[in-house]
């Protein structure tokens, strides 16, 4: 699958409503909250949003943030790969991406994800995916709007020794 991973514009709003509507069984509403429009449109007027592309419309969607903390901590707040590109390497193209454009070591990247007893855990493939990208599962999170059970992803980057 070829795709076009670049920051995203104001113009894919409509996009990531379409992504947030396959996954919304899992994350509970979206497209209709008018705070996730404006979280989206934020994330996208602030440059923490990326998008991966092919010439039929969005594939992924990223949205993150950076924590004013000493090493830096940064937050993957929404990654969702549409149904139809899972699989195929699209979501650790958005990661690398986002982390090669946006994160100097020594840094902590966070991510919340489905909890081990979540029947999402299993199906997303999401603890797997991030646990492929190096991230460790940490401590347990709030419960998902669903009431399903969340986990705390950490990454730690170290800052690389010359040799």
Known sequence: MTATVRPARPGDLPGFLALAAEVEHWFGPMVAEP?????????IEEGRATVAEDGRGLL???LFGTDDAEP??????????????RGTGLGRALVEDV??????????????TFGPDHPGARTSG???F???LGFTP?????PGPEGGSRQVYRLRLARRQDT
């Open 35 to 43: 705070g996730f429009h404006r979280a989206v449109g934020r994330s």
């Open 60 to 62: 992924g969607g990223l």
């Open 72 to 85: 830096p901590l940064h937050h993957l707040h929404w990654l969702v790969v549409a149904e139809r590109a």
């Open 99 to 112: 982390l090669r454009r946006h994160v100097r070591a020594p840094a902590t990247v966070e991510v919340v």
């Open 126 to 128: 999401a603890r797997v």
């Open 130 to 132: 991030y646990e492929r």
């Open 138 to 142: 940490a401590e347990p999170a709030a």
